[in-house]
C-alpha cells in the first residue's frame, strides 16, 4: 500500500477511535452494540501511508468514553489534522500547491441516536444547516477544492437513499467539489452532477472482521473486503480498486482507471443523470424487487425537504424506538444476533 500513497496526500475516514488500554478495561457508551476500536499502532499505519487528514464523522468514534480525545491526541502528535466533530467541522490542507477544504458529518440512519452530550463529539448531519455550512466555506474560500465526506446510508446497501443522493446534489451546487460517502460498506457508483463528483459509498479500505471485546465481526459478504480509493489531482479524478485479503490481512492493489469513464463504476450508477424525482421512481421499484427476492432493507428516506422530509424525521425516531426494543430483548435473552 506504500507504492500506492507514495508522493501522494492520503485522506481517510477514522472509524473506530484509539484507546487508552486493553478494550476490556475501557468503558463504552453502549454495550448493546459493536464497540469498534484502533491499536496505537494504527498510528504509524496512518504515517507511513501519508495520511494528512482523518475524518472523524461516524457511528463509531464515540464508542468508548474518552476514545475521541485520546484519538484527537494522537492525531495532533502525528501531525495529522482531524475534522468532522463538533468543534472541529472541518480542516484545510494543502496538496501539490492545491488548498483543499475536508469537511465531514454523520448521518442518524448508521444510528438513529444523538451522539453523547460530551464536550466534542462527531458532527451530526443536519440537512439544510449542513448546507449553509458548506455554503459559507465556499464563499470564504474560492479557490478551494471542498470535499464533503458523508457517513451515511444502510450497510450493505447497493444503491444511495433518495434523499441522500439528493442532498448531494445539492450540495455540488452550493459549491462542494465532491461529494464523498461512507458506512454502507460496499462501493456503491460515481454520479457527476454539474461541476462537482459525487462518489456515494467508497466500501471498506481496511476493516478487520476479528474479535471485539468477545464478539466476531464478520460479513457473508465477500464484497465488504473491496475499496475504492479515489486520487484527484490537477490531471484529474483516478479510481484505484483495492480489495483487503483477509487471510494475509493485507491490502491488494488490484486495477486502476478514470474514475468518470470507469465501466465498473458505470454499471454500478445505472441511475446517473435520473431527476430527483425519476430516481425516486427508480429507487422505489429496485427495492421492491430486492424485498420480492427476499432482501431486507431498511424505511427509505425519500427526501430531507418538505413532507418527505417530515416523515423521515419520524422514521428516524421510529428506528430509535425499535432500538431500545432490541436492547431489551437481548438483555431479556429473548434475542441473540447472529454473530454475538
Known amino acids: 500500500m506504500e507504492r500506492l500513497t507514495a508522493g501522494h496526500a492520503l485522506v481517510v475516514n477514522f472509524e473506530g477511535a484509539l484507546i487508552h488500554a486493553a478494550p476490556e478495561a475501557c468503558q463504552v457508551e453502549d454495550v448493546y452494540k459493536y464497540n469498534l476500536y484502533s491499536h496505537s499502532s494504527s498510528m504509524d499505519t496512518l504515517k507511513a501511508l501519508n495520511t494528512v487528514a482523518c475524518g472523524l464523522a461516524n457511528n463509531h468514534i464515540c464508542d468508548y468514553k474518552s476514545g475521541l480525545d485520546h484519538t484527537l491526541a494522537a492525531l495532533n502528535v502525528a501531525g495529522i489534522q482531524a475534522f468532522g466533530t463538533r468543534r472541529q467541522p472541518w480542516c484545510q490542507i494543502t496538496v501539490d500547491g492545491r488548498p483543499y477544504l475536508l469537511w465531514a458529518a454523520c448521518s442518524p440512519l448508521p444510528e438513529p441516536t444523538a451522539m453523547p452530550g460530551t464536550a466534542d463529539a462527531a458532527q451530526l448531519f443536519e440537512p439544510e444547516a449542513s448546507l449553509q455550512q458548506l455554503s459559507a466555506l465556499r464563499r470564504e474560500f474560492p479557490a478551494a477544492t471542498l470535499v464533503a465526506f458523508m457517513h451515511w446510508g444502510y450497510e450493505l446497501a447497493r444503491h444511495p437513499q433518495p434523499a441522500d443522493r439528493e442532498w448531494a446534489r445539492r450540495a ?13 460498506h460496499l462501493v456503491q457508483g460515481l454520479e457527476r452532477h454539474g461541476d462537482g463528483v459525487i462518489a456515494y459509498s467508497l466500501g471498506n479500505f481496511a476493516l478487520p472482521q476479528v474479535n471485539y471485546r468477545g464478539r466476531e465481526l464478520r460479513y457473508k459478504s465477500e464484497s465488504v473486503c473491496e475499496q475504492l480509493v479515489l486520487r484527484h489531482s490537477a490531471a484529474g479524478l483516478r479510481s484505484v480498486w483495492v480489495r483487503y485479503d483477509k487471510a494475509r490481512a493485507r491490502l491488494l492493489v488490484e486495477r486502476e482507471h478514470d474514475a468518470l469513464t470507469d465501466p465498473e463504476l458505470a454499471a454500478r450508477t445505472p441511475f446517473a443523470g435520473l431527476s430527483d424525482q425519476d430516481y425516486r421512481a427508480w429507487f ?18 425519500w427526501s430531507y425537504r418538505g413532507v418527505a422530509g417530515i416523515e423521515g424525521r419520524i422514521k428516524c425516531g421510529l428506528m430509535g424506538w425499535r432500538k431500545r426494543v432490541r436492547r431489551l ?12
Not at 286 to 301: D, F, H, L, N, Q
Not at 329 to 339: D, E, F, M, V
Open 284 to 301: 422505489a421499484e429496485e427495492t421492491r424487487a430486492e424485498r420480492r427476492s427476499g432482501r431486507k432493507s431498511g424505511p427509505t428516506m
Open 172 to 184: 455540488i451546487d452550493v459549491g462542494v467539489s465532491l461529494v464523498i460517502g461512507h458506512h454502507p
Open 329 to 340: 430483548a437481548i438483555r431479556a435473552g429473548l434475542h441473540k444476533p447472529y454473530n454475538w
